[in-house]
């Protein structure tokens, strides 16, 4: 995060952090000196659901498909199940709590990033489940001869970016738009910060490490794509995979 954005975001409300904090001035003891207010509390739970939605059960849904694809043919419905049915209520709901806040607060639309960005991911998570479905119906294998087409790798590099972008909005939403928009009366605990950069860490080497089953997964493909050019069938093996 770099010191502009921070300092653009907290011009209005005065970023106060540490100097606002509890009766005993300590930040980590705000939340315990005196409640939420209902705004406050309306942007906490925007808080957790759009995390939850964005960076536990997307992930989750990525991780099933990286891991499970080469060993369950059934892999692809766990992965759309997972990414639709499950994530899309909660990334919803998430979003239309973050939306009242906004509104509750009199806050001009798409003024900051953060607001920005949330408009941004909702749209590639939209548009992500429709490219899914896309290349899971329209494989085109004459076209392009077995090998995956573009509409497959293009599923692949917006998902992880969607991920990527998330992380970067839940870091900036904690450090910045909170004390920006509920103007710092309560800080972010410290535990949330931390529970940020494990969701980050755990599920990018998890990911990395589950690239190692690329070449089982590439030579599955090459041997369907061969068995393809031998009997002249376009799905030779009925495939109900992604
Ligand atoms: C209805 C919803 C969805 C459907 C039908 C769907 C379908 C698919 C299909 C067919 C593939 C295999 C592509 C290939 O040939 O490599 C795939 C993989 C993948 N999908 Fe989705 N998808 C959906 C939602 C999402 C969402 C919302 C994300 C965003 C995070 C996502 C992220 C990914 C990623 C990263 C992979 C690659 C996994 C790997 O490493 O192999 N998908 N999905
Ligand atoms: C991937 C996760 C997140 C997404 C997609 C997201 C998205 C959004 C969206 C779309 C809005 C409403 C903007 C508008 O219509 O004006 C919003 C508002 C808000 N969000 Fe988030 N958000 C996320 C995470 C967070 C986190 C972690 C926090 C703080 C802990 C946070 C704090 C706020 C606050 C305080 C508002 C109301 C003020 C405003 O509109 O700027 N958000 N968010």
Redesign the pocket.
């Known amino acids: 995060m770099s010191h502009d954005q921070k300092d653009g975001g907290a011009d209005d409300a005065g970023d106060d952090r540490g100097q606002n904090g509890g009766e005993n001035g300590s930040p980590s003891n705000d939340l315990l000196s005196f409640p939420l207010s209902p705004v406050e509390i309306m942007a906490r739970n925007h808080a957790i659901l759009c995390t939850v939605g964005f960076l536990i059960l997307?992930p989750l849904?990525?991780l099933l498909?990286?891991y499970a694809?080469t060993f369950a043919r059934r892999w692809?419905w766990g992965?759309?199940v997972m990414?639709?049915v499950i994530?899309g209520p909660v990334i919803f709901a998430g979003w239309a709590m973050g939306y009242r806040t906004a509104t509750t607060l009199e806050l001009q639309a798409l003024h900051d990033p953060h607001q920005k960005i949330g408009i941004a991911l909702l749209a590639l998570?939209v548009t992500?489940?429709l490219l899914?479905?896309f290349?899971?119906f329209v494989k085109m294998p004459t076209l392009f001869r077995g090998h995956?087409p573009p509409q497959?790798y293009l599923?692949?590099a917006l998902?992880?970016a969607?991920?990527a972008l998330a992380g970067y909005q839940v870091h900036y939403g904690m450090w910045i738009e909170w004390n920006f928009a509920t103007g710092g009366l309560h800080h972010v605990p410290d535990s949330a910060m931390h529970a940020w950069l494990a969701l980050i860490i755990v599920f990018w080497v998890l990911y990395f490490l589950?690239m190692a089953l690329i070449p089982r997964q590439f030579s599955q493909e090459k041997e369907w794509r061969q068995k393809m050019h031998r009997t002249g069938k376009e799905d030779p093996d009925n495939r109900v995979d992604?």
């Open positions: 997307l849904g990525v498909a990286r694809r692809f992965h759309a990414q639709f994530s998570y992500q489940l899914g479905t290349a899971h995956r497959s599923h692949v998902g992880l969607i991920i589950g992604g």
